[in-house]
């Protein structure tokens, strides 16, 4: 996605029937891998595909760049609209007084979990804190209330599913209010304006994205 004028402008694009629904149900669990070494063969259960059951546990099992683990069921899980950065308008700064659009601001996603175990919350931190904070190294898949699982696929059907990238991962201290009320750990990502662009949206059909665990067999 780009706001940037390319020359020369020719035709305009086509625009597609919006036939069926896109909505973006609830996100209720991430599951993390490296950008640069994670990805399944297709968005099939054929062999090496993200649906197929061995292909996730060898991946959930590596010690290499092509691990991936699965966190802990989140909550409030939310993903802004990127605000459009504009120069000018209404002033004598731009021609005639108009705003001139030059980009986008980011666009941070926030979430929670809520009653983490301590040793679960320090590994978070430990690890995917500093895996975050370089550009372009780790990137998620997600999974929603429904099992579904969505992930990046560039190169269109039958071609690698790759896990959507992010940066600045940061997850922060536990907050407890006392009495009657639950632990949380909020953690929030930076998501590139494209972030929806190429995505495949798939579901298993031998087991459940939102209940296996990380020692999960296949």
Do not use: H
């Amino acid at each position: 996605m780009s706001i940037q004028t390319v020359c020369p402008l020719g035709a305009i694009g086509a625009i597609s029937d919006n036939d069926c629904s896109g909505r973006l149900p609830q996100i209720v669990r991430l599951k993390f891998g490296k950008v640069d070494g994670v990805s399944y063969a297709d968005e099939t259960d054929g062999v090496g595909g993200i649906l197929e059951g061995a292909a996730v546990a060898a991946n959930l099992a590596a010690s290499d760049d092509t691990k991936v683990q699965l966190a802990p069921i989140n909550e409030n899980f939310v993903i802004p609209s990127a605000e459009i950065v504009k120069d000018g308008g209404g002033d004598n700064t731009t021609a005639f007084g108009q705003s001139v659009p030059v980009g986008f601001g980011n666009i941070t996603a926030t979430g929670r979990w809520r009653d983490l175990k301590p040793e679960v919350a320090q590994e978070l931190r430990e690890s995917y804190n500093s895996q975050g904070a370089v550009f372009g190294n780790l990137g998620a898949y997600l999974i929603d209330e429904f099992g579904f699982i969505y992930g990046k696929q560039p190169a269109g059907a039958g071609n690698p599913v790759l896990p959507i990238p992010f940066n600045n991962f940061v997850i922060t201290s536990d907050g407890s209010e006392g009495y009657n009320t639950s632990t949380f750990t909020p953690f929030e990502i930076e998501l590139p304006i494209d972030w929806r662009e190429d995505l495949v949206v798939v579901k298993p059909t031998t087991f459940d994205y939102r209940t296996i665990k990380n020692d999960f067999a296949g």
